[in-house]
C-alpha cells in the first residue's frame, strides 16, 4: 500500500462524504442529472427539508454540486453535480460494491458459524 499513515487524507475525504444522506444525494444526482430541491427531496425518502439543506450547502461549499437559482416567483433553484464531484462516481460505485460484498460476507459468516454450533 502506497498511503503512508502520518499522511493519510481518508479522514478528509470521509469528512465531506459521511453521512446516512450525503452518498444518496450525490448518487442521485450523478443518475438524473439537475434537479430541483423538490425532486431531491422526493427522491431521499426520510430527508427533512431541513437537513436536505444543510446537505446541499456543505456539498456546494466543497464544489461537488452547483446550485443555480432562478430569478422568478416563486423561486426555481437547482442542483447539479459540478465536474470536480464527478470525480466521486467511481469512489461511490466502490463503495457500493464493497458494502454489497461486505453483506454476502457477514452472511456467509453467520451461515458458517449457525452450522457450527
Same mark, same amino acid.
Given at each position: 500500500?502506497?498511503?503512508?499513515?502520518?499522511?493519510?487524507?481518508?479522514?478528509?475525504?470521509?469528512?465531506?462524504?459521511?453521512?446516512?444522506?450525503?452518498?444518496?444525494?450525490?448518487?442521485?444526482?450523478?443518475?438524473?442529472? #439537475?434537479?430541483?430541491?423538490?425532486?431531491?427531496?422526493?427522491?431521499? &425518502?426520510?430527508?427533512?427539508?431541513?437537513?436536505? #439543506?444543510?446537505?446541499? !450547502?456543505?456539498?456546494?461549499?466543497?464544489? *461537488? *454540486?452547483?446550485?443555480?437559482?432562478?430569478?422568478?416567483? &416563486?423561486? $426555481?433553484?437547482?442542483?447539479?453535480? #459540478?465536474?470536480?464531484? !464527478?470525480?466521486?462516481?467511481? *469512489?461511490?460505485?466502490?463503495? @457500493?460494491?464493497?458494502? #454489497?460484498? @461486505?453483506?454476502? @460476507?457477514?452472511?456467509? $459468516?453467520?451461515?458458517?458459524?449457525?452450522?457450527?454450533?
Amino acid at each position: 500500500m502506497k498511503i503512508e499513515p502520518e499522511s493519510c487524507r481518508v479522514d478528509d475525504a470521509l469528512g465531506i462524504l459521511v453521512g446516512k444522506w450525503k452518498p444518496l444525494i450525490l448518487l442521485h444526482l450523478l443518475k438524473n442529472g #439537475t434537479q430541483r430541491f423538490s425532486e431531491l427531496k422526493r427522491s431521499v &425518502p426520510g430527508i427533512t427539508q431541513k437537513m436536505l #439543506t444543510n446537505q446541499l !450547502r456543505d456539498l456546494e461549499e466543497e464544489d *461537488i *454540486i452547483a446550485r443555480k437559482v432562478y430569478p422568478q416567483v &416563486p423561486p $426555481k433553484v437547482e442542483y447539479s453535480i #459540478t465536474e470536480y464531484g !464527478r470525480s466521486l462516481e467511481p *469512489i461511490l460505485n466502490a463503495m @457500493h460494491e464493497w458494502g #454489497t460484498n @461486505h453483506i454476502i @460476507h457477514k452472511r456467509e $459468516k453467520m451461515k458458517k458459524e449457525s452450522v457450527g454450533d
